[in-house]
């Protein structure tokens, strides 16, 4: 390991579409990696984007906070990127964007962690007395601050790049029917590159950031819904 940093850097939700690019990004700077998941043994690609046992996946239910201190157990820096957006089960907004936010905060204070990153998403002040999503996130970001004072909360807006879910869908559904329906077609966003937002989160982590505060992350240009659609029917080769 000793081409590796020492420092040990805990991401949460590491191995979904923004983990698999903080992961990389994280190994390329040199550290090792602990991608805490609920199920370690779905995460095993995630091994190969680093050096021989530089990437490690553990089991961590964020419900749960003994599973939560162990993951942070040993870390530098812990990062959160777990975000629910629909509920079922005992998987609900409250349980994971409020309480496993806190949770997770509690234990990196707890531990000693230098730096806490916490992912949230844009907009979520702004919405959150009409969707119980963005209240349960912004409640997240509350809490987080109140349990970790220097954390950095980051909201990235819509967010495309190698296995996005919403653009690759998009492509697959342009490809597929014959005519593409435009909801709230004048409907406004900001998308931003998932490799710009895991490098601000590296930023963040390596404390080149004020700490304690929000910072929200957009890309360079402002799109309506039909501009987004519009540039996949492009990429997907069709036409409107």
Do not use: C, W
């Not at 089991?59 to 993951?71: G, H, L």
């Not at 990062?79 to 998987?91: A, P, S, T």
Request: hydrophobic residues 50%; aromatic residues 6%.
């Amino acid at each position: 390991m000793d081409r590796f940093s020492p420092k040990l850097v805990t991401v949460f939700g590491g191995s979904g579409f923004v983990g698999t690019h903080l992961a990389q990004v994280l190994a390329r700077a040199g550290y090792r990696v602990r991608i805490a998941v609920r199920r370690p043994d779905l995460a095993g690609d995630a091994k190969m984007l680093g050096g021989v046992g530089q990437i490690v996946p553990i089991q961590a239910n964020i419900r749960n906070d003994a599973s939560v201190q162990r993951a942070v157990a040993g870390a530098d820096v812990v990062i959160n990127l777990v975000g629910l957006g629909y509920e079922g089960g005992k998987q609900t907004f409250a349980a994971v964007n409020t309480d496993g936010a806190a949770a997770i905060a509690r234990a990196a204070k707890a531990a000693g962690v230098s730096a806490l990153v916490h992912v949230s998403a844009l907009g979520v002040d702004l919405a959150a007395e009409v969707s119980d999503y963005a209240a349960s996130k912004l409640a997240g970001e509350q809490a987080v601050l109140e349990a970790f004072p220097q954390a950095v909360i980051l909201r990235p807006s819509l967010m495309f790049g190698h296995g996005d879910g919403f653009f690759n869908k998009m492509g697959f559904l342009a490809r597929m029917l014959p005519v593409m329906p435009v909801i709230s077609g004048a409907s406004r966003f900001q998308p931003v590159h998932v490799g710009d937002v895991a490098e601000a989160i590296l930023a963040a982590a390596e404390g080149k950031v004020k700490t304690g505060r929000v910072y929200e992350l957009g890309g360079p240009t402002v799109e309506t819904h039909k501009d987004l659609l519009a540039r996949v029917l492009r990429e997907a080769g069709r036409k409107r």
